[in-house]
């Protein structure tokens, strides 16, 4: 119930076209909902985040789309470009006694072709 | 602010030995989480101290340990080296009340 399930494991997208990436999780408990990006070479940054009272979440290209119904929420990188190619990790946290834990996906190795 | 700083950013091992990795914080950070990254295995969550007390902790074997310091700075310790403890160890700090971790850019440990 604390996993979070995250697909697909590599993504190839040409420049320019939209690429998505996927989450789901069971617990309802969980209240914020990250996405981090890493390079390789370096540690995960965070790249954009939602809490569940929110549907879409917006940043430059970069977009959240939450279903709470579903329990289900993904990344769009929208006119892919070949410096986002990286590892995306999607995670989700939850408050758990007063300790705040954060459960993560098991990424995805995105490359944009030019 | 400076950001997470982990040293040494290197390491090779032989099989056996025990090795010590360290982590700053954030300036005002007091939780640090540790984490394991191999290529297909994601980020494995290894432990997390706060105020110098182990909060939270991961599947891992007795062979990693880990302690903070008063001014949270944290050490992570795996003894007897196995080959496949080679992996890029990262360090992440967070603020007592916030959502987001900040991560270190990881020691790299080849274990041969």
């Known amino acids: 119930q604390q996993q979070v399930k995250q697909s697909p494991q590599s993504l190839i997208v040409q420049k320019g076209g939209i690429s998505i990436i996927n989450c789901a999780y069971e617990?309802?408990?969980?209240?914020?909902f990250p996405w981090y990006q890493q390079f390789p070479g370096k540690g995960p940054a965070l790249l954009i985040a939602?809490?569940?009272d929110v549907s879409e979440k917006k940043e430059g290209r970069f977009t959240i789309s939450f279903n709470k119904s579903a329990k289900q929420f993904s990344l769009h990188i929208m006119d892919s470009q070949p410096g986002d190619s990286a590892t995306y990790f999607c995670?989700?946290?939850?408050?758990?006694?007063?300790?705040?834990?954060?459960?993560w996906g098991l990424g995805t190795s995105l490359a944009v072709n030019p | 602010k400076a950001g997470v700083t982990q040293t040494p950013r290197y390491l090779i091992k032989t099989r056996g030995q025990q090795v010590t990795l360290s982590c700053s914080p954030i300036?005002?950070?007091?939780?640090v989480s540790w984490y394991q990254q191999t290529p297909g295995q994601g980020l494995q969550f290894l432990f997390e101290?706060?105020?110098?007390?182990?909060?939270n902790k991961g599947n891992f074997p007795g062979r990693f340990s880990g302690r903070q310091f008063s001014n949270s700075r944290s050490e992570m310790n795996v003894s007897t080296l196995e080959l496949g403890d080679s992996a890029l160890y990262l360090c992440?700090?967070?603020?007592?009340?916030?959502?987001?971790?900040?991560f270190g850019p990881g020691t790299r440990l080849t274990v041969t």
């Open positions: 995670a989700a946290s939850i408050n758990a006694g007063n300790n705040r834990k954060l459960i």
């Open positions: 101290y706060f105020s110098e007390t182990q909060r």
């Open positions: 992440a700090s967070r603020d007592s009340n916030g959502y987001e971790q900040y």
């Open positions: 617990n309802t408990a969980f209240d914020y």
């Open positions: 939602i809490r569940p």
């Open positions: 300036s005002g950070h007091r939780s």
